[in-house]
């Protein structure tokens, strides 16, 4: 005869568990800038020991689930199947991606790390510009108003004559009035002309060209805070906030540490802080290079930085540093950068990281010879900050 045994029942805890929001939860390891994980390479533990962490942070895993994962327990192999069947759904869904690992020399497999894909980047940007503007309400306009007028379809002007290469949004009682005035002249039968057209008139719309200039000296993750991390989730929330409401405009990005190079926007997760010194000079020459190219009337670069500049590159090519004061050589050469930033009709806003009463003169001498703005904010404000400027198209001079 079957004997029948009863226990307890095992279920998924975790079955209520959505993606978005298991992505959301393991977002801070995910977009990390070094600080605190100088020793992780993405593997498959890593990830395990990260989702465990926000599980537990997030009440669904115990302090003592914690630790018999870390000890590798027998009682805790389910709970590594049930965080290796959540992260593998992650991956199913195109949310990550494994990457084989190879050694130099070595065509087999060294393990496997995983990488954040374009799916996960525009979820985690949306969310990252919903919860910084979260309070800003929902009648945001996309597009830059500017200094002009234009034909187009929201009247903000009285109408004008049409000419060619106007937007032909007809404005038809100011059509048939100016018709009807110029047949009081000339008498007799009259047909409509072209010299009778008006259009509407509305504010030009112009197109904006940013280049979002990231500080990652290593002075980024130090004493304690890491500013990176946040100024990374900021770069994520532009890129969304341009997608969505700004389609015509640009953004490129540019870090900045002994020397500058412009980055796609897709390798942004994978920065790391780093070298260690701050070229805020070769930082503003890349950019302003950049926006050379475009040939949007609005050109501006939004710097993030948190320090003092602390090398220049020198006519050779080399790189000299003072990591001591503000170096009057070195003050010098980013000055005369920021000067040739204005000239090409180049904005600069400046969004400093730090209360460093010795930084004040350096960002109201640069605002100064920008003919941008400077705020002093902190990480945690930083995202409210610079999209809030962004938005209210606080540079809004046509060059």
Request: aromatic share 6%; net charge neutral; hydrophobic share 40%.
């Amino acid at each position: 005869m079957a004997q029948i045994q009863y226990g307890k029942r095992l279920e998924d805890p975790f079955a209520d568990l959505e993606l978005e929001d298991l992505l959301e939860l393991l977002s801070q390891f995910l977009l990390r800038s070094g600080f605190g994980f100088q020793n992780a390479d993405d593997t498959l533990d890593d990830l395990r020991r990260a989702l465990a962490r926000a599980l537990q942070q997030a009440g669904r895993l115990t302090f003592q689930d914690l630790e018999a994962l870390e000890a590798g327990s027998a009682d805790s192999e389910r709970l590594r199947q049930q965080l290796d069947k959540l992260l593998q759904k992650l991956v199913q869904a195109g949310f990550l991606s494994p990457k084989p690992q190879r050694q130099r020399g070595r065509n087999e497999p060294q393990g496997v790390r995983y990488e954040l894909t374009q799916r996960s980047l525009d979820f985690l940007g949306l969310k990252s510009l919903r919860r910084l503007l979260g309070g800003l309400g929902r009648g945001i306009s996309g597009q830059h108003l500017t200094d002009r007028l234009d034909a187009g379809i929201e009247a903000g002007a009285p109408p004008k004559s049409y000419e060619f290469g106007d937007t032909l949004n007809l404005d038809a009682a100011a059509t048939l009035r100016a018709a009807l005035e110029r047949r009081a002249i000339e008498p007799g039968g009259w047909m409509l002309e072209e010299q009778d057209l008006q259009v509407q008139q509305s504010d030009h719309m112009g197109r904006c060209a940013t280049v979002l200039l990231l500080d990652t000296s290593h002075s980024m993750i130090l004493y304690g805070e890491d500013r990176f991390t946040p100024a990374k989730q900021v770069a994520l929330a532009l890129t969304s906030l341009i997608r969505s409401l700004y389609p015509n405009d640009h953004l490129s990005l540019v870090l900045f540490h002994d020397s500058a190079e412009e980055l796609p926007l897709h390798r942004l997760a994978q920065v790391k802080v780093g070298p260690y010194h701050t070229n805020t000079m070769q930082g503003l020459c890349r950019s302003r290079q950049i926006l050379s190219r475009s040939r949007y009337e609005m050109k501006q670069i939004l710097m993030i930085t948190d320090g003092k500049p602390s090398a220049m590159t020198t006519p050779d090519g080399g790189i000299y540093k003072n990591s001591f004061g503000l170096d009057p050589e070195i003050l010098s050469a980013t000055f005369r950068e920021v000067l040739r930033c204005r000239r090409a009709g180049i904005a600069i806003h400046t969004f400093m990281l730090a209360q460093d009463p010795l930084l004040l003169s350096f960002v109201r001498r640069l605002a100064q010879l920008a003919r941008g703005k400077a705020y002093l904010t902190s990480a945690a404000d930083l995202g409210r900050a610079l999209l809030m400027d962004f938005l209210k198209n606080r540079a809004q001079t046509v060059h």
